[in-house]
């Protein structure tokens, strides 16, 4: 049987978040510029999408650029930038046809102007889609987002909007930019790093992590498949015993 076939349908997560990493790697193993794995790295993308799309996963958030990768060389970070535009202009059909839902999640004002104006263009016309949500975080990071969030509290507290016996578990939650979403059942990292990079610090608290070598643009709908049985196969117990 497939990975595929052995997944039970009823009980697949409804947010699952990918770090997407190892591309600059790949490229670099076929004797290639870092960049050629980024523009290589759009497939899995698809692969990811259209698998989590199969299986009515509600919600993909990925991992695309974060607040420390403006740090990378400005020639990279350009790169990336521009395949961003590219990618939602050829991409925005097929995510119409698809059902498609795009978002973000992270400091899009950081973003040079053409990308702000793309990305706004494809949340907009896809605003009313049904399908997956493809939630791209970019130039985020969950400090950030946490920072933010504690300011805006203060701020709240401060106008006497809130007060401070109200600040609980979900009043934080409801102040990130993931307020709409659920907390990720499943977060996927590619490429044999075992660790989060200041990715959703506070969302997945409780989340089962799953780490694969596989580098970005290798990942396959298969890969993404395999990891949702890994999950489907595991004890959630919250704190609880196996007997509660
Ligand atoms: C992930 O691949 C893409 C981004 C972080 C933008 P990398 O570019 O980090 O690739 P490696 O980790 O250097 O191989
Ligand atoms: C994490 O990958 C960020 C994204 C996938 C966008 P990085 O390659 O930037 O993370 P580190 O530097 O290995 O922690
Ligand atoms: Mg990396």
Redesign the pocket.
């Known amino acids: 049987m497939s990975y595929k076939e052995q997944i039970e349908l009823d009980k697949v997560p409804s947010h699952v978040a990918i770090?997407?990493?190892?591309n600059?790697r790949w490229a670099k193993q076929q004797g290639e510029l870092r960049t050629f794995g980024h523009t290589s790295g759009v497939e899995a993308v698809r692969e990811a999408l259209t698998a989590a799309g199969e299986i009515r996963v509600k919600h993909l958030t990925l991992?695309?650029?974060?607040t420390?990768?403006w740090n990378r060389p400005m020639q990279e970070v350009n790169a990336l930038m521009d395949l961003l535009v590219s990618t939602i202009m050829n991409e925005i059909d097929s995510l119409q046809k698809n059902k498609v839902k795009l978002t973000a999640i992270g400091n899009i004002e950081s973003l040079p102007n053409k990308c702000q104006l793309e990305l706004k263009n494809g949340i907009l016309e896809t605003a009313a889609n049904t399908g997956v949500n493809l939630n791209l975080?970019l130039s985020?990071s969950s400090k950030w987002e946490l920072t933010n969030a504690i300011k805006k509290i203060a701020l709240d507290v401060q106008e006497k909007k809130l007060g401070v016996e109200e600040i609980n578990d979900k009043l934080i939650s409801s102040y990130l930019s993931t307020s709409n979403l659920p907390d990720p059942e499943l977060m996927i990292r590619t490429?044999g790093?075992n660790?989060i990079?200041?990715?959703m610090l506070w969302q997945i608290a409780y989340s089962e992590l799953y780490f694969t070598d596989i580098l970005?643009p290798d990942f396959k709908k298969e890969d993404f498949y395999k990891a949702i049985l890994d999950y489907q196969n595991r004890e959630r117990r919250f704190g609880k015993t196996s007997e509660q």
Request: hydrophobic share 35%.
């Open positions: 770090i997407m990493d190892g600059g991992y695309a650029f974060s420390e990768n975080a985020y490429s790093e660790r990079s200041n990715f970005w």
